[in-house]
């Protein structure tokens, strides 16, 4: 479950603690000790974007044509947010309709998809560069719902002065980010944003209910996609054995002569013949909305090692041997979780990843999403109680120049 603050209490002098928050603001980005500590997930955010180098006047935004599909992974995420804007729209239309607020989607890079609300809230977005195409990352804005959500994975409401860049000073923004149950991926932000004097603390809890309900639709769209796929299998003449019919993503819509998880590893790229747990060797076929995976010739396959080459802040994972095998190359968070256990075989608890990974104990919930997150990009690789990798891992180091086990 997402945690989360809110930014004010509904009792609280609204000119009041602006006036506050304008104080701490001057003082932090001032270099002086201020008259109060902000908010801890604020302080955070103003760190880095002092690392940055931003300077509190900035104003500079970038952007891409708002008609482009992005780049990336953000190309895609854009296409699935607006599929969501039916369930949204429908959701907001009394609050949109009144134009006090303004309801925005953002790719996993920031990139503002869509936005909707009244005229008058629209023009005040327009003179802030806060339209379709611009990038609301934390290294081109500061402090902002958008970035710093995506930035701590959880919701964030960024209040008036909150915001490192002062231009921001008159708004109120939440966002919360939205996970793609297929993948596990964060897709993006739904920010909700107004005046400050508009502003309302339940904005976060209003925003992060959204997210949990785009999360649901997505959810029953996949069931409904896997049904689709399922049906399509029973249609195809399949051999004797085991198979089964998996999407893009690896869940398993259909199976026959085997017992599998919800979910197989598959790697990124499919292009031969492949290593799959459970079932060894298989003939990936391409059929509507997915992959028949056919027997092959080795059965015992599904037990050969996994290679974890670590390589500087990257880690590349080989599984399935030299013939039929494939790769994967994780990075970030993910690369680090992964060399930390690597370097402690007996095992880790959540809190001494958290203090590895993050230099701070206060992020094992953080911990745990990216572990929850490899465990399904990636089956049998980590295993649980305590945190470590599993026995099938073979660990290999390597310098930047050297080429993995099983490369050529």
């Known amino acids: ?181 297929r993948n596990g991926r964060t897709i993006g932000v739904i920010n909700l944003s107004c005046r400050t004097d508009d502003a309302h603390p339940s904005a976060i809890v209003l925003a992060t209910s959204l997210a949990r309900q785009a999360e649901l639709e997505l959810r029953d769209m996949h069931r409904r996609s896997l049904d689709d796929l399922a049906t399509t299998a029973a249609g195809q003449s399949v051999t004797a054995g085991a198979w089964a019919a998996v999407d893009r993503w690896g869940w398993v819509a259909a199976a026959n002569g085997v017992t599998l998880p919800h979910r197989l590893t598959l790697p990124e790229t499919i292009s031969g013949p492949l290593v799959v747990d459970r079932i060894g060797k298989v003939e990936p076929v391409p059929v509507a909305g997915g992959w028949l995976l056919l027997p092959g010739e080795d059965p015992t396959a599904a037990t050969t090692p996994i290679q974890v080459t670590l390589r500087g802040a990257r880690c590349e994972i080989l599984a399935g041997g030299t013939d039929g095998s494939w790769s994967h190359t994780l990075s970030g968070r993910r690369a680090a979780v992964i060399t930390a256990l690597a370097a402690r075989p007996s095992g880790m608890s959540a809190r001494e990843l958290a203090t590895e990974v993050y230099g701070d104990e206060g992020s094992r919930i953080a911990v745990r999403t990216v572990i929850h997150r490899i465990r399904q990009e990636i089956s049998g690789l980590v295993v649980t109680g305590p945190y470590r990798l599993s026995d099938r891992v073979v660990v290999n180091h390597r310098t930047s120049t050297e080429r993995p086990p099983g490369h050529h």
């Open 1 to 181: 479950m997402r945690s989360f603050e809110t930014a004010f209490d509904s009792g609280d002098d609204r000119s009041g603690y602006l006036s506050l928050l304008e104080s701490i603001h001057a003082d932090v980005t001032s270099g002086r000790t201020p008259v109060a500590r902000p908010r801890r997930v604020i302080e955070e955010s103003w760190r880095r974007s002092m690392r940055l180098g931003m300077h509190p006047d900035d104003d500079g935004w970038l952007f891409d044509d708002p008609r482009s599909p992005g780049h990336g992974d953000a190309a895609g995420d854009a296409a699935t947010l607006t599929s969501l804007l039916p369930i949204l729209q429908r959701q907001l239309d009394t609050l949109l309709a009144d134009d006090h607020t303004l309801l925005v989607l953002a790719d996993s890079a920031a990139r503002v998809v869509w936005r909707g609300g009244g005229r008058s809230m629209q023009q005040q977005a327009d003179g802030l560069h806060f339209s379709p195409g611009s990038d609301w990352s934390e290294r081109t804005v500061g402090t902002n719902a958008i970035g710093t959500a995506l930035t701590s994975l959880n919701p964030v409401h960024v209040h008036g002065p909150e915001h490192y860049c002062v231009n921001q000073h008159s708004w109120s923004c939440a966002g919360a980010p939205l996970t793609d149950p």
